[in-house]
């Protein structure tokens, strides 16, 4: 093994949120207080209800109804705490992705699937700046309207806050809805967070057919004449979650969706979650010290303290761009993923990361002391094949 220049990327990043939005996140029980109405009363109650929802939500998932989202009361502690939760994670996603990541123009169409309370939206108004100057109708579909009218208040004092000069809120438009229900406007970027797992939750079929079946409704909703179209998955980042993303990646990809995040390569992924090739599962975390102050402390009061926050996602886009397969292109350099945190190699006296790579799963042996961050993306002169593997994993063995 030798060692090689190299170039890195956060996957992860509270410093590319733009300040305004920054504000916004750490007081956003100011925000959410106000949209919601939320008496003294409320504000005492708020840690129980958000530890009652938080089992519907996991433990007692089986016998929850299916418009729980429509109880003003649940909305209240939804958007409290879980949404809070999600911009967070979201926005710090988002905002470090390149430039050219959403490339929309006046009069784009924009649809996000169980929108709930408008997560996905907000985060994207919180976290890409250069968006708040266009024109975009965004629908927003999902099954509960009393959390679309609330998620519509708070959009909207969201964006009365950080609208620069000659800038408008983008036109929401509620669908009473789920996947699959028409909308009358194709669409240049479609978003879908925390919504497969549900769907799973309630489906007899097995998930290859659900990715198949799923991919396939995300993809109708596209307008066809964009080469630039794009689809937004992310789920929480648990096994059975990491699992289901890596299948609607396949499946994307069958259909000409290349991924563009977190992958660096379109070839097969080798962290399916699949117990017979190993288990390793595609998640991403980055350490809550920092999330806001008084949402650490509402995370406290619900007894659902938080030391990571922790996600798995797929962005692909129309078959174009740097992961697009090319078999005439030189490989001059190679990309990895970080998808773990530190780990000691007692028998190398070194310590090392797991990465994705277009190698298959790699073992970054650390070296130089690089410490990259879980999620980082490394970019390297491609490395000559010494046959190095690791025992435990059958990893290819890289230094960095």
């Not at 106000?34 to 998932?61: F, M, P, Y």
């Not at 991403?284 to 996602?313: I, T």
């Not at 490394?378 to 063995?397: C, H």
């Amino acid at each position: 093994m030798r060692r090689v220049p190299l170039r890195r990327r956060p996957l992860f990043s509270a410093e590319a949120i733009p300040a305004d939005s920054r504000e916004i996140l750490e007081h956003f029980d100011r925000v959410a207080g106000d949209v919601l109405h939320l008496s003294g009363k409320h504000r005492v109650q708020l840690g129980g209800a958000i530890q009652r929802l938080s089992h519907e939500l996991t433990d007692r998932r089986a016998a929850r109804r299916l418009g729980y989202m429509n109880d003003s009361g649940t909305v209240g502690a939804y958007i409290s705490y879980f949404m809070w939760w999600n911009l967070v994670r979201l926005t710090r996603l988002l905002a470090p992705l390149p430039k050219s990541a959403f490339p929309l123009a006046d009069g784009d169409v924009l649809l996000d699937v169980g929108s709930g309370p408008l997560t996905v939206p907000i985060a994207l108004w919180l976290a890409r700046p250069e968006l708040r100057a266009k024109k975009l109708t965004v629908y927003c579909m999902d099954l509960s309207q009393t959390a679309l009218a609330s998620g519509e208040e708070l959009y909207l004092s969201v964006a009365a806050k950080t609208m620069g000069a000659g800038e408008s809120p983008w036109n929401i438009v509620r669908v009473r809805g789920e996947l699959g229900t028409h909308i009358k406007e194709k669409a240049a970027l479609v978003t879908c967070a925390n919504v497969c797992n549900e769907l799973l939750q309630t489906s007899t079929m097995p998930p290859d057919f659900l990715a198949k079946k799923y991919s396939g409704e995300l993809l109708s909703y596209i307008d066809a004449g964009r080469n630039d179209a794009g689809i937004l998955l992310v789920e929480p980042g648990d096994p059975f979650s990491a699992r289901f993303v890596a299948l609607m990646r396949e499946a994307l990809l069958r259909r000409s969706f290349v991924p563009i995040a977190p992958c660096p390569h379109a070839a097969a992924c080798p962290m399916t979650g699949n117990a017979k090739k190993g288990g390793k599962w595609c998640n991403f975390a980055f350490a809550a010290d920092d999330a806001p102050a008084a949402l650490q402390r509402l995370s406290a009061k619900a007894g659902l303290p938080k030391e990571r926050a922790v996600l798995s996602f797929v962005f692909a886009k129309k078959g174009e761009g740097e992961n697009a397969v090319d078999g005439a292109r030189p490989k001059k350099r190679i990309a990895l993923r970080v998808t773990s945190d530190f780990i000691r190699l007692p028998e190398l006296r070194k310590s090392g990361y797991y990465a994705c790579s277009e190698l298959g799963l790699v073992l970054a042996v650390d070296k130089t002391q690089v410490r990259p961050r879980n999620g980082e993306l490394l970019s390297l002169a491609y490395p000559a094949d010494t046959g190095l593997r690791d025992k435990k994993s059958g990893a290819v063995m890289i230094e960095i």
